[in-house]
């Protein structure tokens, strides 16, 4: 990619949770003339963002509709259970599904979860966001279950958290809208959540086309509003994360976003 070819800026949305510090970081090395504006938008929020125009690519949770979106696995998030510190669940390093039938599970509108059975007993209402079921866990209404990163994200000097190994987890990916040839700077920046060198990242490879079922069974979890997703192998190689493809941050994109060969 000569000077000319390259477009002036480039604007990367991403969900609550995900930090995309240590990307935007090596953007600037590679790319010091082309600046990153970042974008920040809900998990529900950002699939439409992308498909409207309003940022060039995407660190979002999965499920997106592939008709739509390409998009790359990055990594699974570990399923926590946010308690008060007193509570007696902290006495485990890890607690069940099963562990918090008597308790109160906090649901709210902005879950990113995809239940089949929601544990435990329901609130008499459902939080609106997030923060506010943690506003409730904090007052001793209830319990709530969130990605680790929501966890942290979240703080609070009177809670804390467990892992919960048998709750349904959060994917995030790398999304961008769906186009017969990837644009250079998404390429750009797949590069770099692959970590590719910046000579290799000029040798690029065609990513291969999604198995049709796995888009079907994708786009049918979006339309019926599930964040969450089958979850892979298990591998913590940091906490809270588990990268896709034995340790690799990659996956497979749609089958019209292939980037363009070098």
Known sequence: MTGSDIPSSFR????PGVTPTKWVRVWHERLPHTSLELVQATAAEAPGLLAGGGADAGLV????????????PLYTETTVVVIPKDHVATAAEEVSLAELSDE???????????????????????????????????????????????ARLHHRKDLTYRPVPDAPESRVALS???AEVTPDLVEEFIGIV???????????????PRPAKDKAKDKAKAKRGGAGGGS????????????????????????RGKPRGR
Request: net charge positive; hydrophobic share 40%.
């Open 232 to 255: 892979p192998a298990r591998q913590k190689p940091a906490a809270g994360r588990k990268p896709q493809g034995g340790g690799r941050a990659g996956g497979q994109s749609g089958k």
């Open 61 to 72: 949770r999965l499920p997106v509709d592939r008709d739509v979106l390409s998009a790359i």
């Open 176 to 178: 961008w809208p769906e």
């Open 12 to 15: 990367l949305a991403y969900v």
């Open 104 to 150: 109160i599970v906090l649901h709210p509108l902005d879950d990113l979860l995809d239940w089949e059975t929601l544990p435990g007993r329901p609130a008499v209402e459902r939080p609106v966001t997030t923060a506010d079921a943690i506003e409730l866990v904090a007052a001793g209404v209830g319990v709530l279950l969130v990605p680790q990163s929501l």
């Open 194 to 208: 692959r970590g590719r060198t910046v000579n290799s990242t000029r040798g690029r490879a065609a990513t291969p």
